[in-house]
Every structure is written in C-alpha cells, then in structure tokens.
C-alpha cells in the first residue's frame, strides 16, 4: 500500500509541476520513449529475474503492492501460545500455506510428533529458514539490479530522437520546430528515470524490507520452538522472545506481560 500511495503522490507532484508551468500532460508523451523504455525494460526483466522462483516471486511482488502480512506482534502472541502447549506436551495447527513463521511452529509440532531430537528440528528449521532468506535476497536483489537499465533505453530513446532531429534538420527544418525535436528526443531520458527511481529501485527495497521482516517472524518462532521444547519457563521464554519487539512494543508487551503468566500458569 505504501508502494502505491508514494506513487499517487510522485504522480500529484509532477501534475501539480504541469500546472505551474502552464503544460499539458501530453506533451510529456511520446510513443517511440515510451516502448523504448518500457520495452527494453521488460525484455531485461525476462532475462535477468529468476523466474525459476516464479510464484514466490508473484506472492512478493502482491505483498509489495498491497499491505505487508508480516505482523511481528502478532507472531509474538502466537509464538508464546506454541511455546505453552510444546510445554504442555500439545498439539497446535497452523497453516502450512501460510507464512514462515507459522510453517516453522507447524513444522516445529510434526517433527516432534515424529520423535525428532531437539538438535535435529534445530538444524532442519534453521535450513528451512537460511533457504527462504536466500531465496527472498536473490529476488530483490534482482530487481534492484534491474533499476540500472531503465536509463540505458532512455539514452538509447534519447539516441533515436536526436538521429530523427538531426536528419529533419537536414530537410529543413525551422528554429521552431527544432525546439519541440529536441524536447521529444530528451522525454525518453526523463521515462528511464522516473521508470527506475519511482517504480523499480522502491519496489526491489520494499521486497528487501519484507523479506527482512518475514526472516525475522522466522526467527523467533524458531527460538520460541526450541524453548518450548526444554525446560525453559514460560516466564523465561517470554522475556528471550520479547527481544525481537521494538521497543514501544516491548513495552506494551511489559504492561500486560502478567495477565500473560496468569494464563500460562
């Protein structure tokens, strides 16, 4: 959502930029800048992206798009409630399409229904975890890469334009006439820009930040699995999986934290 709303803006910007300098938007238009930029971006795109990862990468770039799923509050509670029933010898199901936080407290309950040592669902986790941040990284990274080549085309469309301008000189072409030339040649430089810096490089840095977030959720229900399955009180599991929180969140978590215990005893 935030991806969206920083383009509305970005858009009501240069609309506003137009109306001060008295222009129209279609003067900004041009149809050779436009399949150019747009066109050698897309063929870049189906050579350098990983579509091996297709649908991983289709869910990120939904998740990018719209409002993030990853609620680290959220994960908190539901870590603290697999850690009492692990320590109540109980069985919670979670959904395994759902997202890897709640696959590895799902995995964490099948594995130690199946008689695996605490050692061996630690080293399983924490693959299944290493493999997706992998995988998550070589995403963004790639389309983060692919910000680069916007403003190539442009200069490639920049190219055409002035080769176009220069032989309609040649035919004799007015001062006037060369003016508006010039400015349609250099609307391909001003697409490769805007392509990459309002549209590509952010979308690759919030996949970046989810993807982030996602390994964290991650990470402490791994840690929440691995104290539910030992001695650890629930007091103490509490306090070690609190440090993932952010501060005003820990603090929240601080004021209610004895209504939690209370439950728990």
């Keep these: 959502m935030a991806f969206l ?18 222009q129209s938007a279609s003067s900004y238009f041009d149809f050779v800048a436009c399949t150019v930029v747009l066109g050698g971006t897309v063929a870049v795109s189906i050579m350098v992206l990983p579509w091996q990862q297709r ?8 998740f990018a798009l719209g409002s993030s799923k990853f609620n680290i ?62 995988r998550g990284k070589r ?68 996949i970046s930040k989810n993807n982030g977030m996602e390994i964290r959720c991650a990470e402490m229900a791994l840690r929440g699995a691995l104290l539910g399955m030992t001695e650890t009180s629930f007091l103490k599991a509490r306090e070690l999986l609190r440090v993932y929180l952010s501060d005003a969140a820990a603090e929240n978590y601080d004021r209610s934290g004895a209504q939690v215990v209370e439950g728990a005893a």
């Design 139 to 206: 995403i963004a990274d790639s389309i983060k890469g692919l910000s680069k080549y916007p403003p190539a085309f442009g200069l490639v469309g920049t190219v055409l334009g002035l080769v176009n301008l220069m032989r309609s000189l040649s035919d004799g072409l007015t001062p006037a006439e060369t003016g508006v030339e010039m400015a349609v040649a250099l609307i391909a430089t001003f697409y490769g820009l805007l392509v990459a810096n309002l549209v590509v490089n952010p979308l690759g840095e919030i």
């Design 73 to 134: 509050n959220q994960t908190y509670m539901d870590v603290l409630e697999a850690v009492r029933a692990l320590q109540a010898g109980k069985v919670l199901s979670f959904e395994k399409g759902s997202d890897l936080a709640q696959r590895v407290l799902s995995t964490a309950f099948e594995l130690r229904s199946l008689g695996f040592s605490n050692e061996e669902i630690k080293n399983i986790l924490s693959q299944m975890i290493v493999q997706k941040a992998q």
């Design 55 to 62: 649908a991983e990468m289709i869910e990120k770039f939904k």
């Design 5 to 22: 709303l920083g383009i509305l803006l970005a858009l009501t910007a240069f609309a506003s930029a137009l109306i001060h300098l008295g």
